[in-house]
């Protein structure tokens, strides 16, 4: 006769906060939505993140003033939107970008419905993180049944741990103390360490995939030459993510085809943005760097172009001189071979699964 199995955690798993690794994914999935990885538009970018953007994960977008940094998250948080059709996404707007009726109209150009987007106007990062996300939005789950999806915060930067001066006294002191700004940026520094864990927890147990956006400033360059870029929002900022992507401008504007200004010249109507995966917590990612094209109104462009140089530079498709050859046929160059791309959606479907699974092969 065989003795009973002896309990291995007595009474522990009785307990808030014990849980068996086997069967947490079940107990959490009782509790919090249970909603499929989002990829972006570009190849470049899902094939950097290996995996996807993970639902509860956190990311950081920064780089240099008007890279196209919000127009990727924007991106993102569409896939995310469209998986997910009674979920709404939220927008903090700490830049107060959203002054004109023209930022609808970019927003919804990119893909973005509007009736599903919630935008918070503040700029104090106090109110910001613990009234508006972990107090209002948190009770709004969990009393009202209201589902996120998605979250931006734009940008870490323009956030400020000083209240908004309220006479005219507080205002001449602000305006006099030279000191002000580097002492705001310590105090949010710190701030953001302490507020972070909280916050991480918020986005992990409702499983939102929160997009920070931050400014970047040069800091140099190092002894090889290359450009050093450097973000005010602390280690915090850095350490807390799963992702973090640094994102430049690259190469020359995108002009458009026949239009000219008074003046004769071409009208840029986007730019080539370089995207370097500088941490992944998911899969293997790290190092990885894109060139992705982007158009004003539209946003990412060209996804077959992208898709063509992947899959040539993976080896998926075999190069030869100017000629590229798949599938028994050959293609004279990168741009016939996305053409033939973007006229055969099922091409574009089998290309995209071999380079997302050659992302993961080593994950």
């Not at 991106?75 to 996404?89: M, R, T």
């Not at 986005?203 to 929160?210: K, M, Y």
């Amino acid at each position: 006769m065989s003795e009973e199995k002896k309990n291995l955690f007595g009474t522990l798993l009785q307990k808030e906060g014990f849980y068996k690794a086997s069967t947490i994914v079940e107990d959490l999935a009782s509790k919090v939505p249970d909603r499929q990885y989002a990829f972006s538009t570009s190849p470049c970018l899902s094939w950097m993140t290996a995996c996807g953007f993970v639902p509860g994960t956190m990311s950081l977008w920064y780089g240099p003033k008007s890279s196209g940094k919000t127009m990727l998250v924007l991106d993102v948080l569409k896939n995310f939107q469209q998986q997910e059709p009674d979920a709404i996404i939220v927008f903090v707007d700490a830049e107060m970008s959203f002054e004109y009726r023209e930022t609808l109209v970019w927003m919804a150009a990119n893909g973005i419905d509007l009736d599903r987007v919630l935008v918070i106007r503040e700029v104090c990062i106090i109110e910001i993180f613990e009234t508006k996300i972990l107090k209002d939005l948190n009770l709004a789950i969990k009393t009202e049944g209201v589902k996120i999806c998605g979250m931006a915060l734009d940008s870490i930067q323009a956030m400020s741990v000083l209240k908004v001066p309220e006479t005219e006294k507080q205002i001449s002191n602000a305006s006099k103390d030279n000191t002000l700004s580097k002492a705001d940026f310590g105090k949010r520094a710190n701030y953001l360490a302490k507020i972070f864990p909280f916050f991480r927890m918020f986005c992990r147990d409702n499983r939102i995939h929160t997009c920070l956006i931050g400014q970047a400033r040069s800091g140099g360059k190092d002894s090889y030459g290359n450009q050093i870029w450097e973000t005010n929002g602390g280690e915090a900022l850095f350490h807390e993510v799963q992702y973090r992507f640094l994102v430049t401008q690259s190469g020359d504007p995108i002009f458009h085809p026949t239009k000219k200004d008074i003046n004769g010249k071409e009208v840029k109507i986007g730019h080539n943005v370089k995207v370097v995966c500088e941490k992944n917590k998911m899969a293997d990612g790290l190092g990885r760097v894109g060139i992705i094209s982007i158009e004003y109104m539209k946003g990412v462009v060209d996804k077959e172009g992208e898709l063509a140089e992947l899959v040539t530079k993976l080896g998926i498709a075999e190069g030869g001189g100017a000629w590229i050859s798949y599938g028994g046929n050959k293609y004279n160059g990168v741009k016939k071979f996305a053409e033939a791309i973007k006229a055969d959606d099922l091409l574009y479907k089998e290309l995209f699964n071999k380079v997302m699974f050659r992302a993961t092969e080593a994950a």
